[in-house]
């Protein structure tokens, strides 16, 4: 190379030092830490949000994580509390404690769609003249029966069977959902130890009363659908049947009663209940 070429090339090499020493450096990423502070209040926002966002859709059974002592565990202390309530008020009757209807077929969705050998039942039962209890000695009254009867069907069912359980349908009128028979003989019998516990005199604020009850059943398994309407419909049916019949108990099974049968049926329920009530 010439002396012209070499000055030229050291120039072009000086130019390119310097363009390269003038770039900002390129910072290491520090390596993940989860228990740096910034990174665990990261995520844990944005698991809040999550939560938030999954309550205001509509889901009730949702928790925040409270476990930081910060002002972030703080709001998702807060929150729970709050969603706490709002389940109650969903879901719980206020009378009894027992979860109503809605919480009840969300359970035993929930429930039934497991083990497919299983036969499950649900249960309707009622208090026999609950009318004439109010009218004789006051609603209080009739409030006490009701929170006792609740009180014996949960000591019975939760007890007694764990998986099982019980809630409020309406009115003097208690829903119980059992799993596990081979059968309506098998059924039968706990029925019959159902009504028993039940059955037993009330002592209500220096009044004994003699509560008799009636009950409607209906036996199914995973292949039957699921239908809310047509599973209150029958068990309405058999415990108004029972009443009828002055029996303490009717159990139904998908063989007993077609759909449209019971669906036909149901239009006469109500007049069959309210003559039987009278």
């Known amino acids: 190379l010439s002396k012209r070429e070499r000055r030229l090339q050291r120039c072009v090499f000086f130019h390119f030092l310097m363009a390269y020493s003038r770039r900002p450096k390129l ?13 665990t209040r990261m995520s844990s926002r944005q698991r809040m949000k999550k939560v938030f966002e999954r309550a205001a859709s509509g889901d009730l059974f ?5 476990s930081q002592a910060d002002e972030l565990g703080q709001t998702a202390a807060s929150f729970n509390s709050m969603i706490e309530r709002l389940r109650q008020m969903t879901y719980f009757d206020t009378l009894t404690g027992l ?9 035993m969705e929930t429930k039934a769609a497991g083990d497919r050998a299983e036969e499950y039942a649900i249960l309707l039962a009622s208090i026999n003249g609950f009318k004439k209890i109010n009218e004789t000695y006051g609603f209080n009254i009739g409030d006490e029966v009701l929170i006792e009867t609740a009180r014996r069907l949960k000591k019975r069912i939760e007890v007694a069977r ?10 003097d009128e208690f829903l119980v959902f059992l ?21 037993k005199p009330f002592f209500v604020q220096q009044h004994q009363l003699s509560v008799q009850f009636a ?12 239908d809310h309407d047509f ?13 009828l019949s002055k029996s303490s108990h009717v159990i ?16 006469i329920e109500n007049d069959l209940y309210r003559a039987v009530e009278y």
Do not use: H
Request: aromatic content about 10%; overall charge neutral; some cysteine.
């Open 27 to 39: 910072v290491r990423p520090r390596p993940f830490n989860p228990e740096d502070p910034c990174v």
């Open 62 to 66: 949702v928790r925040a994580d409270a």
């Open 99 to 107: 979860p109503n209807m809605k919480y009840f077929m969300y359970n």
């Open 162 to 171: 764990i998986t099982d359980y019980v809630a409020r349908f309406s009115g």
């Open 179 to 199: 799993r596990g028979f081979s059968g309506r003989e098998e059924l039968e019998q706990e029925v019959v130890q159902i009504i028993q516990s039940i059955t």
């Open 215 to 226: 009950l409607g059943g209906f036996l199914f398994d995973n292949n039957t659908e699921i």
């Open 231 to 243: 599973l209150v419909s029958t068990v309405s049916l058999a415990r108004s049947q029972a009443k």
């Open 252 to 267: 139904l099974t998908p063989g007993d009663l077609g759909t449209s049968q019971i669906r036909q049926n149901k239009m």
